[in-house]
């Protein structure tokens, strides 16, 4: 695995997964750079633990992703909800965390950054949902306290993982406070797979007919 990184340069094959240890906020903003205008690696940034994380998805990642989208996307049509997202995304507190997930929804906040070329969460609130899939990573729920989103979603060998803020910790729940009335943690990972296995739009056309 050829891996290279540099003040100008990042090369990661895909699945690649580097730890970078002892690192400084100045570090991380330097590898953003460093990428300048592509979105892979994904930067991850944790001031506790002073490490950077870098990760190169694999193709089934992409798929997904792209699947669960899709899959919100139709529930909250279904709902009747509007909404607003972003693919990608970086997300950062100062000095804090630097967080990149798969895809992002502004729902009951969504009128707070229409029309914005990036989110500055000094002024904008977070996103109200963050989903990350992780196939070969770990994505850690506490990496996202200092970003502050309501709900964040781990996708994970065919596992759906619903993380709920309260307070100052994340809390695994079974049920989403975005789909209440859906279950959403059991349904959506069968779409997911088929999507994987049979194809994207066989899936999705089967989860709206079975949404009726």
Known sequence: MFIT??????????????????????DYE?????????????????????????????PGHGNRIDTLRDLIKILLRYQGKDWHSFDPITLKRFKQAGVEPDTCFYINNRQAILG?????????????????VDLTSRTQAADYLP?????????????????????????NSNQSQIF??????????????LAWTNGSSVALRQFEQDLG
């Open 5 to 26: 990184i540099s003040e100008d340069t990042i090369n990661l094959p895909p699945g690649g997964e580097v730890v970078l240890r002892h690192q400084t906020w100045d």
């Open 30 to 58: 330097q590898l953003l750079n460093s990428r300048q205008d592509r979105v892979i690696p994904k930067i991850y940034f944790n001031a506790k633990t002073e490490e950077i994380f870098l990760m190169s998805p694999l």
């Open 116 to 132: 914005k070329e990036k989110i500055d969460l000094t002024v904008e609130p977070p996103p109200d949902l963050a989903i990350e």
């Open 147 to 171: 970003i502050a989103i309501p709900e964040l979603w781990i996708y994970r060998r065919g596992e759906l993982l619903i993380y709920i803020l309260e307070g100052e910790q994340y809390i």
């Open 180 to 193: 209440k009335n859906i279950d959403v943690k059991n349904l959506l990972p069968k779409y997911v797979e």
